[in-house]
Structures are given as C-alpha cells and as structure tokens.
C-alpha cells in the first residue's frame, strides 16, 4: 500500500473572523447554558445545540433544524461554530490518520488518529500546546519550543474535525473516535483551564459521550495540577515516566528537577484514592539503547512500582536529527519485556504508527513561533553536527 495524503489550501486568516460573534465550539455545557440565557433563551437550547455541534458535527445554524427559524437567525448573528482549519490530512499504510490544523494565529498543531482491534478502536491523540515547554531530551515535539495553550475550543476542535472526517456519531457502538489520548503536542496539566473544559466535554453525553475509561491525560508530572485534576475529573491517567531513578530522569525530564519521582507516585497514589472506580495508571516508559534499557534498569523500576497499581508501556524510541540517542534492536525491547515479566509485570510494547506520515510517538512538531528559542539552537546544534 502506498501513503495517502490530502492536502488542503490554508483557510482564509482566522484573525478576520466577527470578533463579537461567540465560538460555541468550545463551551462546556455550563458555558453553553449562560450563552443562551444572556440572550434571551432559555437554558434547555444548549443541550440541543451541543448535539447539533459536537454529536453531528454541524457548523451552520441553518441546518439545526430543531430550532426555530428565528433562533437560527439570531444564533447566525451572534454567534459561529469555528474549528481549526485543516491544512494537511494524510493517512499512513497502516491506517493510522493525521491532521496538521491551523489555529488561530496560525500556527501549526498536528493530531492522530490510531485505528486497532481490527477498526473497533480508534484512539485520537490530541494536542494540548502549540508545541512545548518542558524540552524532554528524547522528544522531538519538544525541540520545536513552544508559542502558548490551545483554547478549549482549539483542544476539542481537534476531536471535531477527526469525528467529521470520519463521519458523524449516530451509532454509538460505531462511534468514529471511541478513545482520547491527551498525548500530542504539549503538557496538559500545564494547560489545565483549557484542557479541563474540553475534557468536560469529551465526556459529556451531549458533546461525545466517552467514558471515563476511554479518555486518558498523560503528564511528565506536574504535581500540583495532578491533585487538583484529582479534585474535578476521574478520566484514566497516564504517566511519562521514562526513567526509575532521579538522576536518569532529570537528565530525560527536566521537570523531574522540580517534581521528582517520589512526588510524582505519591501525587497517582492520591489520584487514585480520589476515583471512585478501580482503575491503573498506565507507566509509558521510551526505550533508549544503553541509557535505559538494560536489566538494571528493568529491576529499577519494578522496585519502584511495586506499590502503585499500575500497567507499563513500553516505547521504544523514535529517532530524530541529533537527538544524541538511538533506538534498541527489537530483541533489546524484548528482553526487557522478559526482565519485567519475571519481575511480575506485563509491559506490552507499543507498536510504532504512522512512521510514513511522521504521526509516531514524540515526532508531532507542527509549527511554532518558539518563544523559548529552542527550536534555534537545535538547529544550529545539527548544523555543528553536519560540518
């Protein structure tokens, strides 16, 4: 099979758009409700509203057939349904499907949609940030640098034009998104009055109705929005761990320097105790040949979790441009699989996707206005390497 891709010319600048018009893309059902009372309706249109936009997709009052002809008009004036523009769709050869979106100042996000289970499961990987802060040394999203925090509406528009794509949620056993990741570009608990409205809505049954077990927020660990997540959401929760020592993982994840590792499991134990079902946390832990991988490594972090429920993920790397690292052999990735298992765990490892279409884990860039530089000095840093 070969790749196909879907190029599409860039939207008209978003900039242009009414500024007095409401996006109500983005709204929690709270948010939705309050809209439609300063306007003179009552609260119940919200509900019916959210289903036209988030359950049908639809972007063009005109078609809410639902509503009347008047609300319709009014709805027209002073208010839109704005999702990001899509300026690339591609799809690899082995299903796997990515967007390149366009928001509102123009830059670049990049999401993923994973087909498994023979297309029973399909898995979105949303974007949180235009690019990202925490510069993991194994991560190319993060060499990019970073521009700011998507808005609710640039998050969840993301699950809107991935669900449109695929055509719209009629059928609730053949849903066109059944599973969130919250693992794109970005940290989200660094976003967290964006990311959290849009979660809302992930689940909501009048947005799209996923459980709480099918939408997941993975975090390198920033401790206090991970308890105060605790506090107002119960969705899976997924930790990049990434090393089982501190010194390992400050060189890999700088935030370790802040939140270092016995902080970060007290913080999953305490978010734990506050859901109300029995639920894992998912270790992702990316494979690096001879920084990570070997069986000390192995024994390492099965000591270390011995007390968390916890499943492991196994990744192995993805090599980029003078990252200074380099992916183990699959009989590597298998041995510490082995190393684990004997030690009581089951670590399945990932299969890498979407490699044809640079949809792979730690490879979403997109484009960004780098306000940390960051992006500079990796390039310089790989024209050094070249001479």
């Known amino acids: 099979m070969t ?22 893309l983005g709204m929690s059902r709270e948010q939705m409700a309050a809209f439609f009372l300063s306007i003179g309706e009552k609260k119940f249109r919200a509900s019916q509203v959210m289903k036209w936009i988030h359950l049908e997709g639809i972007d063009d009052f005109s078609a809410m057939t639902n509503l009347s002809k008047a609300l319709r008009e009014k709805l027209a004036r002073v208010a839109e349904v704005r999702g990001p523009g899509v300026v690339y769709e591609g799809s690899s050869n082995d299903g796997t499907q990515k967007w390149v979106l366009e928001v509102e100042d123009g830059s670049y996000v990049e999401t993923v949609l994973i087909p498994a289970d023979n297309g029973k499961r399909r898995t979105l990987c949303v974007s949180s940030q235009v690019g990202c802060s925490l510069d993991c040394s194994f991560c190319s999203t993060g ?4 521009q700011r925090n998507l808005t609710a509406a640039e998050i969840i528009g993301q699950v809107w034009v991935a669900q449109r794509s695929v055509g719209p949620r ?28 849009a979660m809302k809505l992930m689940l909501d049954d009048d947005g799209y109705g996923l459980s709480k077990r099918r939408v997941t927020l993975s975090t390198s660990g920033v401790v206090p929005m991970l308890d105060k997540l605790g506090d107002e959401l119960d969705v899976s929760l997924a930790v990049s761990l ?22 970060l499991l007290d913080a999953c134990h305490r978010y734990l105790a506050k859901s109300d079902a029995r639920r894992n946390v998912t270790i992702e832990y990316t494979l690096i040949k001879d920084v990570n991988d070997q069986q000390r490594h192995a024994e390492e972090l099965a000591t270390l979790l011995n007390e968390l429920p916890c499943k492991i993920n196994l990744i192995p790397f993805n090599p980029f441009p003078h990252s200074g690292y380099e992916k183990p ?27 044809d ?10 484009r960004v206005k780098d306000r940390t530089k960051r992006s500079a000095r990796h390039i310089q840093s790989i024209q050094l390497d070249a001479d």
């Open 143 to 146: 060499k990019q640098g970073f």
């Open 242 to 263: 990434h090393a089982a020592n501190d010194e390992l993982r400050n060189e890999l994840v700088p935030l370790n320097r802040k939140y270092n590792i016995r902080s």
């Open 357 to 366: 279409i640079d949809a792979a884990c730690g490879q979403l860039v997109g």
């Open 3 to 24: 790749t196909t891709v879907v190029q599409h010319t860039p939207a008209a600048p978003l900039a242009s758009a009414t500024p007095e018009r409401e996006n109500l």
């Open 170 to 197: 009629r059928d609730t056993a053949n849903r066109p998104v059944t599973n969130v990741v919250m693992m794109g570009m970005g940290e989200p608990l660094l976003n967290y009055d964006n990311v959290v409205p």
């Open 329 to 355: 052999s699959r009989n590597q990735c298998v041995r510490f699989q082995d190393w684990l298992f004997e030690l009581g765990y089951s670590a399945p490892i990932r299969t890498t996707r979407g490699d």
